[in-house]
């Protein structure tokens, strides 16, 4: 299978709750890091979810915010990745960042070339890649 989103992280399951609905899935990437998704009870389900299963945590590079000196910022996002600017690829009017985290894994985000400039985003920035775990899909 192909898809169009930019970040397939590669993990294991750490942790399944389940609510009503909805179900809180943690996964921990290859390098240690934490990702959390909020995916549907049946969703986790159909997908075998278990922990220690090996799955993907899905995310478009649309939906990747990137923040500088959030550390300790009170955010509603669950998943703040800290990592550092590996590749600033600039558009006409989006811009492309790769956030390497310290695990090795690679975030790539799709911001506004206005928003890069800014933050005065370049090779080497300290930054964190910012998710909503609504925004973040589950594959296995």
């Known amino acids: 299978m192909k898809i169009s989103a930019r970040n397939l992280l590669s993990g294991t399951v750490q942790e399944i709750t ?9 996964l921990k990437l290859q390098g240690g890091e934490t990702v959390v998704a909020i995916i549907t009870n049946s ?7 278990a922990k220690g299963k090996p799955a ?3 995310v478009k590079a649309s939906e990747v915010i990137v923040g500088k000196d959030v ?6 996002a669950r998943n703040v990745l800290a990592g550092e600017v590996v590749r600033v690829q600039d558009g006409v009017v989006n811009s492309e960042v ?3 985290l310290p695990g090795g894994t690679i975030i ?3 911001i506004t ?3 890069v400039h800014a933050l005065g985003l370049k090779v080497g920035e300290r930054v964190s890649a910012i998710m909503k775990a609504s ?3 589950i594959g296995v």
């Open 43 to 49: 969703s986790a389900d159909s997908l075998g979810l």
């Open 71 to 76: 550390e300790g910022a009170k955010l509603s």
């Open 113 to 115: 070339k206005t928003s």
């Open 108 to 110: 790539v985000a799709s």
């Open 56 to 58: 993907f945590a899905i």
């Open 18 to 26: 389940k609510g009503a609905v909805n179900a809180e899935v943690i």
């Open 135 to 137: 925004n973040v899909m």
């Open 98 to 100: 790769e956030i390497k």
